[in-house]
């Protein structure tokens, strides 16, 4: 079979690896500062999550240029046009890890992040609201991403000073988060099953919740009732999905399943959070667990990401 060109196929759901490699990084560097822990854990991972991040940020800038039909056809594809805000996600996870180093440069990257996931988050909900080829058969949890994901914004933003800001981007997250959770189990309930390749992303489903409580505890600086009301959602869905890990490790392996990592990371930070303001050691325990499964995933993640693309079985054109 002759060779064929790889960039054109290189998915934008590539960037998920960012998001879930930069939430082990926030998880390490909570644990380390939680339990005065020496090392340089964290700070190993950022130096590869920022390396990885700008490799395919050069290639995806390369697709842009050399093949931006197929860019087009991304951002009109109804499941791939969610996973461009991953870049801007990643952009927030980022400046939450540079910001022990330099905040200078943290807050530079997070006003980038920030505007240019509102700006997805304005182009996205409005293809969603005008364009007729959407089908209920199409949603699925990577939908959270472009409107919900504005709840990753304030996690950082309170600690720059951009209170109202961060209040704004919390509150669209929120007000999305109520509204695509009713359809998407309304499409999971009563409609034909998602795709195996995209059954992923049913972890997803964590990361609201979870990311909430982390960015509501940075604005109110305490865990009051609503607090808890997020943690806890996010450590139910948690639970439920769990219950059913032996539907996802019989899946063949695909990039969709980095869709594990972020909320995995995101549950782990929330519990430990828990814990540290008064919840109490079980929470602790709780976050510790999680993160030594997520370091194991992600481990597990990176090798079969390499093997496969060793492989040739990724950038690929897709089934038909």
Same mark, same amino acid.
């Given at each position: 079979?002759?060779?064929?060109?790889?960039?054109?196929?290189?998915?934008?759901?590539?960037?998920?690896?960012?998001?879930?490699?930069?939430?082990?990084t926030l998880a390490w560097?909570?644990?380390?500062?939680?339990?005065?822990?020496?090392?340089?854990?964290?700070?190993?991972?950022?130096?590869?999550?920022?390396?990885?991040?700008?490799?395919?940020?050069v290639l995806y800038l390369?697709?842009?240029?050399?093949?931006?039909?197929?860019?087009?056809?991304?951002?009109?594809?109804?499941?791939?046009?969610?996973?461009?805000?991953?870049?801007?996600?990643?952009?927030?996870?980022?400046?939450?890890?540079?910001?022990?180093?330099?905040?200078?440069?943290?807050?530079?990257?997070?006003?980038?992040?920030?505007?240019?996931?509102?700006?997805?988050?304005?182009?996205?909900?409005?293809?969603?609201?005008?364009?007729?080829?959407?089908?209920?058969?199409?949603?699925?949890?990577?939908?959270?991403?472009?409107?919900?994901?504005?709840?990753?914004?304030?996690?950082?933003?309170?600690?720059?000073?951009?209170?109202?800001?961060?209040?704004?981007?919390?509150?669209?997250?929120?007000? &999305?988060? %109520?509204?695509? =959770? #009713?359809?998407?189990?309304?499409?999971? +309930?009563?409609?034909?099953?998602?795709? @195996?390749?995209? $059954?992923?992303?049913?972890?997803?489903?964590?990361?609201?919740?979870?990311?909430?409580?982390?960015?509501?505890?940075?604005?109110?600086?305490?865990?009051?009732?609503?607090?808890?009301?997020?943690? &806890?959602? %996010?450590?139910? =869905? #948690?639970?439920?999905?769990?219950?059913? +890990?032996?539907?996802?490790?019989?899946? @063949?392996?695909? $990039?969709a399943w980095w869709a594990?990592?972020?909320?995995?990371?995101?549950?782990?930070?929330?519990?430990?959070?828990?814990?540290?303001?008064?919840?109490?050691?079980?929470?602790?325990?709780?976050?510790?667990?999680?993160?030594? =499964?997520?370091?194991?995933?992600?481990?597990? +993640?990176?090798?079969?990401?390499?093997?496969?693309?060793?492989?040739?079985?990724?950038?690929?054109?897709?089934?038909?």
């Amino acid at each position: 079979m002759p060779d064929q060109p790889r960039l054109p196929y290189f998915p934008v759901s590539f960037f998920s690896m960012i998001m879930g490699l930069a939430g082990l990084t926030l998880a390490w560097e909570k644990v380390q500062r939680l339990f005065q822990v020496g090392g340089t854990v964290h700070l190993a991972l950022i130096a590869l999550t920022g390396t990885l991040f700008l490799l395919l940020l050069v290639l995806y800038l390369a697709k842009l240029v050399r093949h931006p039909q197929a860019v087009h056809q991304e951002l009109h594809h109804p499941v791939m046009i969610n996973f461009f805000p991953t870049i801007s996600i990643s952009l927030l996870l980022l400046s939450l890890c540079l910001r022990p180093l330099c905040e200078n440069a943290a807050l530079g990257v997070w006003l980038i992040g920030a505007a240019l996931h509102l700006a997805f988050t304005l182009y996205i909900v409005s293809a969603w609201m005008h364009r007729e080829q959407f089908q209920i058969q199409h949603i699925n949890p990577a939908w959270f991403i472009p409107a919900v994901g504005n709840v990753v914004a304030p996690i950082g933003g309170p600690a720059f000073g951009l209170t109202d800001l961060s209040w704004f981007f919390f509150s669209v997250g929120i007000l &999305f988060w %109520g509204v695509l =959770l #009713t359809i998407i189990f309304y499409r999971i +309930l009563f409609h034909q099953p998602m795709d @195996q390749r995209l $059954l992923p992303t049913l972890f997803i489903l964590i990361a609201p919740p979870a990311v909430g409580f982390v960015a509501y505890l940075a604005l109110t600086q305490t865990v009051d009732n609503f607090g808890r009301f997020l943690y &806890f959602n %996010g450590l139910f =869905l #948690t639970l439920l999905l769990f219950t059913q +890990l032996g539907r996802f490790v019989r899946l @063949q392996f695909s $990039l969709a399943w980095w869709a594990y990592s972020f909320p995995l990371a995101a549950i782990s930070i929330a519990s430990l959070l828990m814990g540290s303001h008064g919840g109490g050691a079980f929470y602790l325990w709780v976050g510790m667990g999680l993160l030594a =499964l997520l370091s194991l995933l992600i481990l597990l +993640l990176l090798w079969r990401t390499a093997r496969a693309a060793w492989a040739g079985r990724i950038c690929v054109p897709p089934p038909k």
